[in-house]
Structures are given as structure tokens and as C-alpha cells.
């Protein structure tokens, strides 16, 4: 995997959700995310290999999909700064953190945010 940012397995459970070594493996297999084993309990893949997938929640729906802070920008049509002051004051979806440095948040949640200003 080179000298590219290593994710580990504490991080890949935190943002999947999953509970268990074996249902984090599957889940990455069913994302074609390319990961070594590093240790019987441990599992590393890059940030490269995780941006470079389609990124879901367990069990989420489509309406679900984890959008990244561009689309975010694009969708809102507010800033990177705009978007973190207002997640800050709590008047905007919280980011789930991807890895050590990316995030994304729940399409649902950012499509319902805009309904909610766009009903005032």
C-alpha cells in the first residue's frame, strides 16, 4: 500500500457502524475496498482506496449515501466555512468523520435541512 495514509481498524468500525472484525471484512469485500490484514484482530486499508468507493452507512438507504464537503458546498451553495460555522452553532446536519482527514454527511439529512429553510 505504499507510503499512502493508512486507515485502521478502529477507524473503519467507527465509520461503518459495524460491531465485528468479520462484518467490517464483508463489508469491505462488498465495496471492493482493497485492505490488508495486518494481525489477527486488525485490518488497514488507504484513504485513497476508501475515497475511490462508493461511500455508505450499513443499511442505509440510497437517500443515505455519504456526500462529501463539495457536493455539500454545491447542494447548499454555501461555503466550506459557512457549513462548518453553521454545523458549530447546531443549526446544520453534524459530519460523520471518514477517516483522519475526511468527512461526509448524510444526504437525507442535508436535503432535509434544506426543506426545513426552504418551509421557513
Not at 447542494?75 to 459557512?82: D, G, K, L, P, Q
Given at each position: ?8 481498524t ?64 454545491k ?8 457549513i ?5 452553532a447546531?443549526k ?29
Open positions: 500500500m505504499g507510503a499512502e495514509r493508512l486507515i485502521d478502529e477507524c473503519l468500525l467507527q465509520w461503518t457502524g459495524y460491531a465485528t472484525l468479520d462484518e467490517l471484512e464483508r463489508f469491505l469485500k462488498r465495496q471492493n475496498i482493497r485492505y490488508a490484514k495486518t494481525g489477527k484482530d486488525r485490518l488497514v486499508t488507504t484513504q485513497a482506496a476508501i475515497d475511490a468507493c462508493f461511500l455508505q452507512l450499513p443499511g442505509a438507504t440510497e437517500d443515505d449515501e455519504l456526500i462529501r464537503t463539495a457536493e455539500v458546498e447542494i447548499t451553495s454555501m461555503t466550506r466555512m459557512s462548518y460555522r453553521q454545523e458549530k447546531g446544520f446536519p453534524k459530519r460523520i468523520q471518514l477517516g483522519p482527514r475526511s468527512v461526509g454527511w448524510k444526504r437525507s439529512e442535508v436535503i432535509a435541512w434544506l426543506e426545513q429553510r426552504r418551509l421557513g
